[in-house]
């Protein structure tokens, strides 16, 4: 089991363990989603009427499916959360572990 790079699970560890029945059972470990704080900023942008983050991820980060990302950066459990209020300011920032487009 692999996840494309653009996935949030990419990093996550999978697990496999061959129980007493005999037969291997896959599943991923927990996720942890990072402080938003450790991310480093691109830039702010402040929410329209009728965004949605698929589109906000392919025009600000080039890829609908890093909606995740800006989710992460900031603390949305609930993706829609995130588009409920207009004006309201999202951090779009680089994946964890990149400082200035750099992997570190």
Not at 8 to 15: D, F, G, L, W
Not at 24 to 48: C, I, K, N
Not at 49 to 67: C, I, M, S, T, V
């Amino acid at each position: 089991m692999s996840f494309p790079p653009n996935s949030r699970y990419h990093a996550t560890e999978v697990i496999r363990r061959a129980l007493s029945d005999g037969i291997e059972r896959t599943w991923l470990a927990r996720r942890f989603p990072p402080d938003p704080d450790s991310l480093a900023g691109v830039q702010d942008y402040r929410v329209s009427d009728g965004d949605r983050l698929d589109n906000l991820a392919a025009q600000l980060l080039g890829d609908p499916e890093l909606y995740w990302q800006i989710c992460d950066a900031n603390r949305a459990m609930r993706p829609d959360e995130l588009l409920e209020e207009t004006g309201r300011p999202l951090r779009i920032t680089l994946p964890q572990g990149m400082i200035g487009g750099t992997i570190v």
